[in-house]
């Protein structure tokens, strides 16, 4: 079964986005080890097993009035332990992708306006990457 973790109502996690702004070099971390880094921060999963689990998807750019970001979305596959962290997440709960889309068309004022625009982005993603699969059948 294919879930999206969803914590809290103002972020959508692990499962459509990790993100970080580009910083010079010497400071900043590629889109990958962020994400294993708020894998391991957010929901206990050891950043040295997530790093080989995670495959990128696609680098989106977005921005408002409010925000600014640069982000990278990657599909994460685990069956290990998930372990909410105290610190990071207020409460969470995994929901299956049409239930999730579903929600997100019910209730959109429950998720951010990036986070909106993150999981349009993943449902056209999987869309076309369903069209491409069934083309090579």
């Known amino acids: 079964m294919t879930a999206i973790m969803f914590i809290a109502t103002w ?3 692990q499962a459509t986005v990790a993100a970080s702004m580009p ?3 010497l400071q900043g971390e590629e889109y990958a080890d ?7 921060e957010e929901i206990g999963v050891p950043a040295t097993q ?4 995670l495959q990128q998807l696609f680098i989106f750019p977005y921005k408002d009035d409010v ?11 685990w069956d290990g332990p998930v ?7 207020e409460w969470g709960k995994f929901v299956g992708l049409q239930e999730l889309q579903q929600q997100l068309q019910r209730e959109p004022g429950q998720f951010t306006p990036v986070g909106r625009h993150i999981l349009g982005l993943y449902f056209d993603h ?7 699969d069934s083309q090579q059948s």
Do not use: I, Y
């Open 11 to 13: 972020q959508v996690a």
């Open 23 to 25: 910083l010079p070099p």
């Open 34 to 40: 962020t994400a294993a880094r708020e894998l391991q």
């Open 50 to 53: 997530s790093s080989s689990l």
């Open 67 to 77: 925000c600014h970001v640069w982000g990278c979305a990657f599909r994460f596959t």
């Open 83 to 89: 372990s909410f962290q105290d610190a990071e997440v």
């Open 126 to 132: 999987m869309k076309q990457e369903q069209m491409r």
